[in-house]
């Protein structure tokens, strides 16, 4: 009950400060951000917000107002939820659409960011589901033939392999048409039969119109894609039907025109999309080799402090459908995240005020352990900036030396911290040990360096 009392206080203080439930156009969150996009943002009220006990930092990403939590951003979103008066569920929108925006390129990496975070629970757990049973057959406690194996197989591939379905209905939920009907479409690319047919090359067609062959397991792009073009769909029957019909009428000529279109043209252009994106990847790798990953590495916190780390997500989920490995993204955030913790336990160490000791000390541990990083980015790295800095040089390095030998991710999912190291366990046991010196290079630089620039007066924050 304590919890519950605190988290709705500062869902209470939250929603009145950012203009109150008519200001707020959309709401979701992350793994630790509260996202807000609001109408006017000329009337939230951003400093009283930061300065609220509970809340690590804000920033702006567009008309996106995010609200750093933590990972207990869960239980401030349902109180929020409850207060503002709109269906709380996971990473739930509100139905309110009518913002005349100009359209953005940014908006296409907002609405698939919008897609995919509702997901994350599910990448973890199956990723890490996946990463036991690679653990535990690689120390011979299980055999590739053994029961509990192979049902750890299925539990951990399921997650993946039904990223189709699972990603039509948060499209469904983005875009604010059927789940049921969305998940349906998600569905017909997986089932059986097709894909049975697809795999022996047979020709198939829709009334004459040529099937693409496609697998369309594991993949997000898709889906999304179909989604949104059912949305208008749905919506023109759902206002032309008869209302004595409509439950009949709408759900019919829905699927009878989606199903062409989903086969023979749209999904095809996911596939597509997937290729070429796993392919633009791989030429960035093969032409600035090492050097791509060094840079992403110790560019991560920026991206992270901008929110632009989310449109990252799908491309990672793109690259285990089309090659079946992340030949470098997941990599460089995990370089990343251990930096941060590893400026967080330097300044802990050298930081003389108790409360900043504590509280570095507390960002660092969860960084390491459970891989999430706004803690330290926003209440050690930027607030003291040398932090910052001395974490990009360690990325940096320890991000060249996994490229230089060639460290891929070959299990999906895992949290970016130190237990979902085990997913870069692969046949060649190299890759693990040399993403280990990569993370003991990285850490140990970032540590030296943020001892080495990290001087707390000069910061000139007070304690609160």
């Known amino acids: 009950m304590g919890n519950n009392k605190k988290y709705k206080e500062?869902?209470?203080?939250?929603?009145q400060k950012v203009g109150g439930r008519e200001n707020i156009t959309f709401a979701t969150h992350c793994m630790t951000r509260l996202r807000l996009t609001v109408k006017d943002k000329s009337i939230v009220s951003e400093k009283e917000i930061e300065n609220l006990e509970g809340v690590i930092g804000t920033q702006w990403s567009n008309d996106q107002f995010q609200i750093i939590i933590g990972q207990s951003v869960g239980d401030l979103y349902s109180q929020f939820a409850g207060i503002a008066d709109f269906a709380e569920e996971g990473s739930e929108q509100?139905?309110?659409?009518a913002n005349n925006k100009k359209f953005k390129i940014t908006d296409i990496f907002s609405v698939i960011s919008a897609c995919i975070v509702p997901l994350i629970p599910i990448l973890l757990g199956a990723g890490l589901i996946k990463a036991v049973g690679v653990v535990a057959l690689s120390l011979g406690w299980l055999t590739a033939e053994s029961p509990t194996y192979l049902m750890l197989n299925v539990a951990g591939d399921a997650g993946f392999y039904f990223l189709p379905i699972y990603s039509a209905y948060t499209a469904a939920k983005k875009f604010n048409t059927n789940p049921a009907l969305a998940m349906l479409l998600g569905a017909m690319l997986l089932h059986p039969n097709f894909v049975s047919l697809i795999s022996e090359g047979k020709e198939l067609s829709w009334f004459g119109i040529p099937v693409y062959s496609a697998s369309y397991g594991s993949m997000i792009f898709p889906s999304i894609m179909i989604v949104f073009v059912m949305g208008y769909v749905q919506r023109f029957f759902a206002r032309k039907s008869p209302d004595a019909i409509r439950s009949i009428v709408e759900p019919f000529f829905t699927l009878l025109i989606m199903i062409p279109l989903a086969f023979a043209i749209i999904a095809p252009l996911g596939v597509m999309l997937s290729d070429y994106i796993a392919l633009g990847l791989s030429w960035i790798y093969d032409t600035f080799g090492f050097i791509?990953?060094?840079?992403?590495?110790?560019?991560?916190?920026?991206?992270?402090?901008?929110?632009?780390?989310?449109?990252?997500g799908p491309i990672v989920i793109n690259n285990y459908s089309v090659v079946?490995?992340?030949?470098?993204?997941?990599?460089?955030?995990?370089?990343a995240n251990f930096c941060q913790s590893a400026a967080s336990f330097a300044v802990g160490l050298k930081a003389k005020s108790k409360t900043t000791k504590s509280t570095a000390v507390s960002c660092g541990i969860t960084a390491i352990a459970a891989g999430v990083t706004e803690p330290a980015l926003f209440g050690i790295s930027v607030r003291y900036k040398t932090p910052l800095i001395a974490s990009m040089i360690g990325a940096f390095v320890g991000g060249?030396?996994?490229g230089i030998t060639t460290v891929h991710k070959y299990v999906m999912g895992g949290s970016p911290g130190v237990f979902g190291l085990v997913t870069f366990i692969a046949e060649n046991p190299m890759n693990?040990?040399?993403?280990l010196i990569g993370v003991a290079i990285a850490f140990i630089i970032t540590f030296i360096f943020t001892l080495l620039l990290f001087k707390e007066a000069a910061s000139k924050v007070s304690e609160r």
């Open 10 to 15: 500062l869902a209470e203080f939250i929603l």
């Open 292 to 312: 791509a990953v060094g840079i992403l590495a110790s560019i991560y916190p920026l991206l992270i402090l901008t929110g632009m780390h989310t449109a990252l």
């Open 432 to 435: 693990l040990l040399n993403m």
């Open 94 to 97: 509100l139905n309110i659409s």
């Open 400 to 402: 060249c030396y996994i």
């Open 324 to 335: 079946g490995y992340d030949p470098f993204i997941s990599a460089s955030n995990y370089i």
